[in-house]
């Protein structure tokens, strides 16, 4: 007997486990693997990032088990290099956490494995009344009069089905909940393969993330702490014949093509080995049905340049609580009722994705991007700006206005 049933146990199902749970709804929580596990993940918490947590109150143990305080970043390319500092550009008192505590919001970001932030998500979602079941894997969605009532799973070997009035996808960018709705819609212009590792010995590693611009792609460096790095790569299709059947040696070979990095990685090695995802080239056309709803990447991939896709969970988790929450006090989760989710998420990220859209036109233009980092080298407040914007603590029409833009030259 449950109430909703959440499909994928990264951070915008925990989040929304969570919340529920918290709401006096009964909630079960499927996962297809077993915590701990390793995720492709950039392992960059942006400011924005941390204030979420703390929200839902896991912020301290978050922190504590992260390795590293990132206190903003640098953006090198072969051309012109910029800083920004998440600090100063946004301080501001935070909303109050789930102890009634209010705080000065956060304005550093964290690196932390994906596999020790999602177990604490996980334990919290746990120890608010979540049942959490690992190790299963989701097949089906089953429907009942064009209605969403329940999922098909598979857990060694044996068939199941479950049924409850919710089902909420929250499985990520290549979304089962999201296929059997047939709401997922590839978008070309956005296809893109991402190559994740550890590395440890990297020279040089400071107290802030990198962003490394390359031929095809782009190359994200988190400090986690002791020495050792994430490293994730995100390329554009025309590298996928260089790197099928040899994704480590093209790892290698992408790190030292970085004019900036390649002189820091004498020593460097690989901790933990790469893991290659993609394609990473989807949306959702629609985000509910009668008795269903999609969170997190399941809908919508966000740009991995900007660093906003578990804010994006987390703050869809949010939005879609207090949404599910109004929805089973009348007792209606029909498509009309849900609406309101949807409505809520575009509004709220609207601006972020033209912000996302610009940054791509930045980064696949040489010339334009060479240009607009030669003024954000010299103008600390616009690189702060950007760095803000990025890091989820200011929003993104401070970067969308004609001010900014024509100070870039756009």
């Not at 950039?42 to 109150?57: D, I, K, N, T, W």
């Not at 199941?160 to 990520?172: M, S």
């Not at 979304?175 to 393969?193: D, H, K, Q």
Request: hydrophobic share 45%; with cysteine.
């Amino acid at each position: 007997m449950t109430d909703v049933l959440i499909v994928g146990g990264g951070p915008a199902g925990t989040a929304s486990a969570l919340r529920l749970a918290r709401a006096g709804l009964r909630v079960t929580l499927l996962e297809r693997a077993h915590y701990p596990r390793h995720k492709p993940c950039a392992e960059y918490m942006s400011p924005g990032v941390v204030r979420e947590l703390h929200r839902l109150g896991v912020g301290d143990a978050v922190e504590q088990a992260a390795g590293a305080r990132l206190d903003g970043f640098t953006v090198y390319s072969s051309g012109p290099t910029f800083s920004g500092a998440f600090a100063g550009r946004a301080a501001r008192p935070d909303a109050p956490d789930t102890s009634g505590r209010t705080r000065a919001a956060p304005c550093y970001g964290l690196g932390i494995p994906r596999s020790l932030l999602d177990e604490i998500l996980a334990r919290a979602a746990v120890d608010a009344g979540v049942e959490l079941c690992e190790g299963v894997r989701v097949t089906d969605l089953i429907e009942d009069g064009g209605r969403v009532v329940g999922i098909r799973t598979l857990a060694q070997g044996r068939v199941a089905e479950l049924r409850a009035p919710l089902v909420i996808g929250a499985d990520g960018v290549r979304s089962v909940v999201a296929r059997r709705l047939g709401a997922l819609v590839a978008r070309p212009e956005m296809a893109r393969i991402a190559l994740v590792a550890h590395l440890g010995g990297i020279e040089g590693l400071e107290s802030r993330g990198e962003m490394h611009i390359g031929a095809g792609g782009y190359c994200g460096i988190a400090p986690l702490g002791g020495g050792i790095a994430n490293v994730a790569m995100v390329l554009r299709p025309e590298h996928t014949a260089r790197i099928k059947g040899r994704t480590p040696a093209f790892f290698q070979e992408y790190l030292r093509s970085l004019p900036c990095l390649a002189p820091r990685l004498m020593r460097a090695e690989v901790v933990r080995s790469v893991i290659a995802i993609g394609p990473l080239s989807f949306r959702a056309r629609r985000l509910v049905t009668d008795g269903a709803l999609l969170v997190g990447d399941a809908g919508g991939f966000y740009d991995p340049f900007t660093g906003q896709g578990v804010h994006r969970a987390l703050v869809s988790a949010a939005i879609a609580a207090r949404v599910v929450s109004a929805a089973f006090t009348t007792g209606d989760l029909s498509t009309a009722r849900l609406a309101a989710y949807a409505r809520r998420r575009r509004a709220r990220f609207r601006a972020n994705h033209a912000a996302e859209w610009l940054v791509q036109q930045f980064i696949n233009r040489p010339a334009l991007f060479a240009r607009a980092a030669r003024r954000l080298a010299r103008d600390s407040t616009m690189a702060d700006t950007l760095v803000g914007v990025t890091g989820d603590i200011l929003p993104a029409t401070h970067v969308l206005n004609p001010w900014f833009l024509g100070r870039l030259g756009v």
